[in-house]
C-alpha cells in the first residue's frame, strides 16, 4: 500500500545510497549513503563538485533511477512503495531539457500536460498562465530552438511545473546562461515558492546562485554530505575571519596587539608599524567587544576592516576542493 505519511512538498531520506556497475564488472559508488531533510516551501540548493553524486541523487528522489539502498519520502509518499505517487506531485527538470527543437511550444507544453492526465484545454491554460509568469507570454507558436537560452531554461519550467507539482527539481537551472538571464531566473524561481509555496530542490555549481538563492544549502562530495546549513551558518563556521585594525600611531597598534593576542580565539596577530593583523572566529560578532578593550585600554582602532569568509572558503575547507576547478 502506498505510504502517504510525509508531509506535502517535503523530503525525507535515509541512507540513500547508489551504486553503479563499473566497466570492468567493479562496483562504483556514486552516492554512499545520504540523509537528507527538506521543508515543504524550502528552497534548498544542492553544491558539490563534478562528479560528487549530486545528479544521481536527484534522479534517485524522482524516482527516475532506482536506489540501491535506503529509504526515502517524497512529498508525502514512499519512494519505493508508491513511486507513482511520487511521480504525480514532483516536477523534475533535467539538465538537458526536455523540448523538442522544431514544434511550437504550446504543443509541447499541451503535450507534456496530457501525459500528466490534463486535458488538452487545462494544459494550454494553465500553459499560457505559466509562460506569462516565467516572462514568456505570446511565444506560444515560437519553436524551442528559436528561444534564447534564458528562455529555453524558462520554458524546461513550464514544462516542470505543468501539473502543479508541490516539489520542483531543478538540475542544474542556470547552467550556461549570462549573468543576466541567471539572475532573471533566480527571480522567477523565487516567486514560484513565494506565492504558490512550491519546494525547491536545486543542484548547481555557481556559489553565488546557492549562496543568493538558496534558504539553506546541502554540500556533497564524493556521494556524501559533507555541510549542511544557511549560507551565513556555513561560513560563520569556518574559523578565522580576517581583521585589520588601523591605529593612529606604533604605540597604540603595541598595545592594541598585546590586548588582541589576549582574546579568546584571536589567531595570527601580527603586527606592521601601526597595522594590526589577526584572525577572528565570527569577527563580525566579536569586533564590537573587541573595540571596546581597545578603547579601555586606550588604543581606539582609527580604522577597521574585516573580511568575511566566502561561500568558496566553505567549500574549499569541506572538500578540499574548489568548486570552480
Ligand atoms: N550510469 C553510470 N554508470 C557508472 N557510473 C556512473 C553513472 N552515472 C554516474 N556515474 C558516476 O557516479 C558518480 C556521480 O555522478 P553524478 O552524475 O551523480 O555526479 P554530479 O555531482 O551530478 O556531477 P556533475 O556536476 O558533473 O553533473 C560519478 O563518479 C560518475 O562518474
Not at 527538506?38 to 544521481?56: Q, S
Not at 512503495?81 to 504543443?107: C, E, H, N, W
Not at 531543478?170 to 519546494?199: K, V
Not at 546557492?210 to 569556518?238: F, N, P, Q, Y
Amino acid at each position: 500500500m502506498a505510504e502517504t505519511s510525509g508531509e506535502a512538498g517535503a523530503i525525507h531520506a535515509r541512507g540513500l545510497r547508489k551504486t553503479y556497475a563499473g566497466r570492468k564488472g567493479q562496483e562504483v559508488v556514486a552516492v554512499t549513503g545520504v540523509d537528507l531533510d527538506v521543508a515543504p516551501g524550502e528552497i534548498v540548493g544542492f553544491l558539490g563538485p563534478n562528479g560528487a553524486g549530486k545528479t544521481t541523487t536527484l534522479k534517485m528522489l524522482a524516482t527516475l533511477l532506482k536506489p540501491s539502498g535506503g529509504t526515502a519520502n517524497v512529498s508525502g509518499c514512499d519512494l519505493a512503495a508508491d513511486p507513482l505517487g511520487v511521480r504525480k506531485r514532483i516536477g523534475y527538470v533535467s539538465q538537458a531539457g526536455s523540448t523538442l527543437p522544431d514544434a511550437p511550444l504550446m504543443l509541447e507544453i499541451e503535450s507534456q500536460g496530457r501525459l500528466y492526465g490534463l486535458s488538452t484545454k487545462e494544459a494550454r491554460r494553465r500553459g499560457l498562465e505559466l509562460m506569462e509568469a516565467l516572462d514568456l507570454g505570446g511565444l506560444e507558436r515560437r519553436k524551442s530552438q528559436n528561444l534564447s537560452g534564458g528562455q529555453r531554461r524558462r520554458l524546461d519550467i513550464v514544462m516542470g511545473l505543468i501539473h502543479r507539482p508541490e516539489l520542483v527539481f531543478l538540475d542544474e537551472p542556470t547552467t550556461g546562461l549570462d549573468p543576466q538571464a541567471r539572475a532573471n531566473l533566480w527571480e522567477h524561481i523565487r516567486r514560484l515558492r513565494d506565492e504558490l509555496g512550491t519546494t525547491i530542490f536545486l543542484t548547481t555549481h555557481y556559489m553565488d546562485e546557492a549562496d543568493s538563492l538558496s534558504d539553506r544549502l546541502l554540500i556533497i562530495d564524493k556521494g556524501e554530505i559533507v555541510g549542511e546549513g544557511t549560507a551565513t551558518k556555513l561560513k560563520a563556521e569556518l574559523k578565522g575571519d580576517s581583521l585589520t585594525l588601523t591605529f593612529s600611531g606604533g604605540e597604540a597598534a603595541e598595545t592594541g596587539e598585546e590586548v588582541a593576542a589576549g582574546l579568546e580565539g584571536a589567531a595570527n596577530v601580527v603586527r606592521q608599524g601601526n597595522v594590526l593583523f589577526l584572525n577572528l572566529p565570527d569577527g563580525a560578532r566579536a569586533l564590537p567587544g573587541l573595540i571596546k578593550r581597545l578603547s579601555d585600554a586606550g588604543a581606539e582602532p582609527i580604522g577597521a576592516e574585516l573580511s568575511r569568509p566566502t561561500l568558496d572558503d566553505v567549500f574549499l575547507a569541506l572538500t578540499g576542493r574548489s568548486l570552480r576547478e
